[in-house]
């Protein structure tokens, strides 16, 4: 699942926030989603806090609780996975370990108890009510639409992968022990109640996820119940467990995830591999060899140490100085795994009809479709015809995304997209900064190149004619 960065420090400590202060903020809530953006779609997840105060007072700093007393909200919450979907989707096709875990926290360790090859409902059902085991669902959006629909707009908000996993807990019982994940993470309440357990991070803002010790992280800072239409947020690194409370019903939530491996670090390594093999064609510095058995040294010298800073301050100075786009892998991995956009019907994108069919000729005026689902690439031809390896503009899309291969790690994904010669890069960046522009007016020489830009594009659904 998704989720890092060096931790953002205000300059000074901040207490724990007190469950009770939290649950101060849990006034009521809005009755549905707002799905006109997806700034809007945020602003009503969160809602009643105010996007600007959670980015300034809770994103990567804190937890936030939001209780809510919505009866609305909670049949909606209720309607996104229910304990009785899992029959009708385990007659889909379900596996264990790719679909399915079926697990349990036991003196403190977690206990897999998932079977062999296919999910049957039946004998899911038992060890639930027998074995009083937690069934983690992987990834629900693949199948339930209002996921896909929230997950969507959560990935264009973000601009990063979201992944989900709901978690069907029996009463009396706990899935997991305490632990910390490599995502920042919302807990939507679906069914039932979940006791939750929240302790300072001992790895804040942690990169990877890990198991702690119950004797390691001390008493709970914020210990607080969940119920249907509640909202729960924690930064990656918050160590935290929850338990359903012992009765008669069982909790279902959905974990919403998101940030994993798109730090500060992780935008540095995937920018600086292109940025030295572009200095290197230009200063001959970078070309020169390392001394003769570097690679066989023990400790690095003193003089090794310097040039490298030197290089490293070299790249320092042509970054300041540069405005191209700069990610590479970063990019495409965002683009060639993300949802597509959520239209109700995915075989409707695959043809340029769904964007109303009208070919796009010299004299007509054209819109981008679907920019939060296309990134622009500037890199070496893939596929040069000669020895020189000229740059190209790539443009690439999620438009042809499969929605069942969503955030499942090993299935293959594919990319799909464009490339363009450099010179087109302008062209492509008016129909980027434009509501609608003139094919005419594109900033390229001859009027058969600005009619193949915008045709290219149109062919793969991502202009339409106004």
Not at 118 to 129: E, G, I, T, Y
Not at 330 to 349: Q, S, T
Request: glycine residues 6%; charged residues 25%.
């Amino acid at each position: 699942m998704p989720k890092k960065a060096k931790p953002a420090g205000t300059g000074k400590e901040e207490g724990p926030v007190p469950c009770k202060q939290l649950k101060m903020e849990a006034v009521m809530g809005p009755s549905t989603l707002n799905f006109s953006s997806p700034s809007s779609l945020f602003e009503s997840l969160i809602s009643p806090i105010k996007t600007e105060t959670f980015f300034k007072e809770f994103w990567e700093q804190k937890p936030l609780l939001i209780q809510r007393d919505d009866p609305e909200l909670a049949v909606y919450y209720q309607s996104l996975f229910r304990l009785s979907d899992l029959k009708s989707l385990c007659s889909q096709g379900m596996y264990y370990g790719r679909d399915v875990n079926v697990c349990r926290c036991i003196s403190g360790k977690k206990k897999v108890l998932n079977k062999d090859g296919k999910v049957h409902f039946l004998q899911l059902r038992k060890d639930f009510d027998q074995k009083r085991a937690t069934i983690q669902f992987h990834q629900p959006q693949r199948f339930k639409n209002e996921l896909w629909r929230i997950q969507e707009k959560l990935e264009c908000y973000f601009g990063s992968l979201v992944g989900s996993n709901v978690y069907i807990t029996p009463a009396g019982s706990q899935g997991l022990p305490p632990h910390y994940d490599d995502v920042e993470v919302f807990i939507l309440q679906l069914e039932g109640e979940k006791h939750w357990r929240l302790y300072h991070p001992t790895v804040p803002l942690a990169r990877v996820y890990s198991v702690e010790a119950e004797d390691r992280i001390g008493m709970p800072a914020h210990e607080f119940t969940l119920k249907p239409g509640d909202l729960l947020y924690f930064p990656r690194g918050t160590i935290h467990q929850a338990d359903t409370p012992p009765g008669l019903a069982h909790s279902t939530h959905v974990t919403i995830s998101t940030y994993q491996n798109h730090s500060w670090g992780d935008f540095l390594l995937d920018t600086i591999s292109g940025l030295v093999f572009d200095t290197a064609k230009e200063d001959i510095e970078f070309r020169a060899g390392i001394p003769r058995q570097l690679l066989l040294q023990v400790e690095t010298t003193a003089l090794e140490t310097r040039r490298l800073s030197g290089f490293l301050r070299t790249l320092a100075d042509r970054l300041e100085g540069t405005s191209e786009l700069l990610s590479a892998d970063m990019k495409k991995d965002f683009v060639m795994n993300r949802l597509p956009p959520y239209v109700g019907d995915e075989a409707e994108l695959s043809t340029p009809a769904f964007l109303g069919g009208q070919l796009p000729r010299l004299d007509s005026v054209v819109r981008l479709k679907f920019k939060d689902h296309v990134v622009l690439m500037v890199g070496p031809d893939q596929h040069p015809s000669d020895e020189m390896q000229e740059k190209m503009v790539y443009v690439y899309h999620s438009l042809k995304n499969r929605r069942e291969r969503h955030m499942m790690g090993n299935e293959e994904t594919e990319s799909h997209g464009l490339r363009f010669p450099l010179s087109h890069m302008d062209a492509l960046k008016q129909l980027w900064n434009s509501s609608a522009i003139s094919v005419k007016d594109l900033k390229l020489t001859t009027d058969e190149e600005k009619e193949s830009l915008v045709l290219s594009l149109w062919t793969e659904c991502l202009i339409q004619v106004v």
